[in-house]
């Protein structure tokens, strides 16, 4: 008989402890339903630790394989890197880029399309990249390659973008051109 699983009554034949010397003595003896609580109270306790070992030998497990070069945890990581949430607990956005970059270049969909979106519209302002339709189309085309259909879209939506005057604009912005890096910054304001 154990202790903690014992929900009769306390008597003087079975006690709350299991050392026989504290069997007779009153001022431990418990409710059937506090030792229910207590019973509940430690299987969450070690359901929680079973959890949080569980997460921390796999949060392992993946920064390991985003060293050796795996796609999908490069993306994990470096999208974990971004938020801050997840396998890491603190945000590097340089260092997100970078695995990104390391994931996108093997091909990984998710990646290409990120990375992508972040050349094309540079929404992420953590990371302060040069707005470039160049690298978002070479991205977004690896990503279509192997069948993204968010890169598919991007790269649409790039071939279409580069075909008209948005484009030139964009062009002579780059180059310096101080009224086209107005009418272009406009442009990505508005959406």
């Known amino acids: 008989k154990f202790f903690l699983?014992?929900?009769?009554?306390?008597?003087?034949?079975?006690?709350?402890?299991?050392?026989?010397?504290?069997?007779?003595?009153?001022?431990?003896?418990?409710?059937?339903?506090?030792?229910?609580?207590?019973?509940?109270?430690?299987?969450?306790?070690?359901?929680?630790?079973?959890?949080?070992?569980?997460?921390?030998?796999?949060?392992?497990?993946?920064?390991?394989?985003?060293?050796?070069?795996?796609?999908?945890?490069?993306?994990?990581?470096?999208?974990?890197?971004?938020?801050?949430?997840?396998i890491v607990d603190y945000r590097d956005p340089d260092q997100a880029m970078l695995w990104y970059e390391k994931s996108a270049s093997q091909g990984y969909g998710h990646a290409c399309a990120h990375l992508g979106s972040i050349y094309e519209r540079g929404r992420y302002q953590q990371y302060e990249p040069d707005i470039d339709f160049d690298l978002a189309l070479k991205y977004y085309t690896l990503g279509s390659a192997k069948g993204n259909k968010r890169c598919k879209e991007g790269m649409e939506r790039m071939k279409k973008l580069m075909s008209c005057e948005v484009y030139t604009i964009y062009l002579l912005a780059k180059a310096g051109n101080r009224i086209d890096q107005y009418i272009i910054g406009i442009y990505f304001y508005d959406g």
């Open 5 to 86: 699983y014992d929900i009769r009554p306390v008597t003087k034949k079975n006690g709350f402890f299991l050392f026989p010397k504290y069997q007779t003595w009153n001022e431990f003896y418990l409710k059937r339903w506090f030792r229910m609580i207590l019973i509940g109270l430690a299987c969450l306790v070690e359901i929680i630790l079973i959890y949080k070992l569980w997460t921390f030998l796999s949060n392992r497990r993946t920064i390991q394989k985003a060293r050796h070069g795996n796609a999908k945890a490069c993306y994990y990581l470096a999208s974990s890197l971004e938020t801050g949430y997840g």
